[in-house]
Every structure is written in structure tokens, then in C-alpha cells.
């Protein structure tokens, strides 16, 4: 589609393309020439008149193009034609999109459930953020990140958390030492940390009778 052309059918105020909707195109599969006609289209509401001298003039375009258009969203499965009697028993064509306002509801439906994916997986940046008492610097952010990418599961950069604020040096890069300290041992959950912890009691009993756990610095326990 030329660019005059649109320009033009956004100027006389024949089409309105919500934000979201142009962001998602593509994943309707289909160009982006249909997709500006379906919006066309999305903007004269449901069941509308198959009324083509009427679309052509209002989308700047041939009859040849409109049926183009027409042929390609249906077989998308994202309009269809009906055909309905009107009030003086003339059956008559319409364009339906009820297949197209399924399609979005789905899209929608997934978006949803992506953004409860994501809100969950950022309850260990608002653990760390309430440990910290402040929000975490981006640098920060993708330091987690990065933690996450390697395999580390929230439970595990969630003791390692506990255990720098329990030593008092609650920071990234002491959690980082430890993480690293726990990877090089095979400690991956928090049984696991209890268990290296235990070990650790038992061997240091003849010099220590008792060992206080905040005084635990997992720094000084490197068996390598």
C-alpha cells in the first residue's frame, strides 16, 4: 500500500488502529496491507454491509483490491460473509469479523497469562528489594538475570540471600561468592544448603563446641 494512500484514508478519519493491535499484527498472519484494511474494516463495527462501490471510495482503492482483501482475510479465518435478510425480505451481504474478535480474545488471553508468568517470576527482585530495604539498580537486575540464565532457581538465590544478610553483607556480589561456592559443591536447594551447613558443624566440633549460624561465612568454607 502506498504510503499517500494511507495517509490519506487516516486523514478523512476512516481508521483508527489501536496501539496494541499494531504491536500484535503480525501475529495474525497476515501483511500488513490487510491487516490496515481489517482495521478498515474493524472500525465500521460487526456485520457490515458488503456495500464494495461504498469500501472503494473510503479506502482509496479498486474493487480488484477490496476482493483481494476480502479473499485474504477469510482465508485467514479472520472475517467472514454472510448472507442475511434484511427488513424487506432482501437478502443482502455482510462482513462478519466474528472470527477476527475470537482471534483477538485468544491473543489476549495469552498476553494475560504471559504478564502473570512475568509477575510471578519477579517475586525474587521484590524479596531482594525488601531484604535491601531499596529498589535494585538495573545493573542489578540483569546481574539476577544472569543467575536465573545459569540455572539457578529462585529458591537457591534466596538463601544465598538470607545467608549475606546474615553475615551482614547483604549485597550481589557476596551472594554472587556464595552462589559460585554453592555451584562448585553441587548445592542446589535449600536441603542441600542445610545439609553442607551440618557437615560443616560436625567437622569444625573439636575446635568449636558450638558454631553460631550467623557467624557462618561461607567465604572462609572453600574445600577446593
Not at 14 to 40: A, G, H, Q, R, V
Not at 95 to 109: R, T
Not at 177 to 190: H, P, Q, S
Request: aromatic share 12%; net charge negative.
Amino acid at each position: 500500500m502506498k504510503y499517500d494512500r494511507l495517509n490519506s484514508i487516516i486523514k478523512s478519519g476512516n481508521i483508527t488502529i489501536p496501539l496494541y493491535l499494531y504491536k500484535e499484527y503480525k501475529k495474525l498472519d497476515i501483511d500488513l496491507e490487510s491487516f490496515i484494511f481489517l482495521m478498515y474494516l474493524n472500525g465500521k463495527g460487526n456485520n457490515i454491509l458488503f456495500d464494495i462501490k461504498r469500501i472503494c471510495e473510503e479506502f482509496y482503492c479498486d474493487e480488484t483490491e477490496v476482493l483481494m482483501y476480502i479473499s485474504n482475510l477469510q482465508d485467514k479465518k479472520l472475517i467472514e460473509i454472510k448472507v442475511i435478510t434484511n427488513e424487506k425480505n432482501i437478502m443482502e451481504e455482510y462482513i462478519c469479523l466474528d472470527f477476527f474478535y475470537d482471534k483477538i480474545s485468544l491473543l489476549l488471553i495469552d498476553e494475560i497469562n504471559d504478564n502473570k508468568v512475568e509477575k510471578e517470576d519477579t517475586n525474587i527482585y521484590k524479596t531482594m528489594e525488601s531484604e535491601f530495604g531499596r529498589e535494585l539498580s538495573n545493573m542489578e537486575v540483569e546481574i539476577v538475570k544472569a543467575w536465573k540464565e545459569k540455572g539457578y532457581t529462585d529458591e537457591i538465590i534466596t538463601e544465598a540471600l538470607r545467608e549475606s544478610v546474615m553475615n551482614g553483607v547483604a549485597g550481589l556480589r557476596y551472594m554472587d561468592k556464595i552462589l559460585y561456592e554453592w555451584y562448585k559443591k553441587g548445592i542446589k536447594t535449600k536441603e542441600d544448603v542445610e545439609k553442607n551447613k551440618k557437615e560443616f558443624r560436625e567437622k569444625d566440633k573439636p575446635k568449636k563446641e558450638k558454631v553460631d549460624v550467623f557467624d557462618y561465612d561461607w567465604m572462609d568454607d572453600d574445600e577446593s
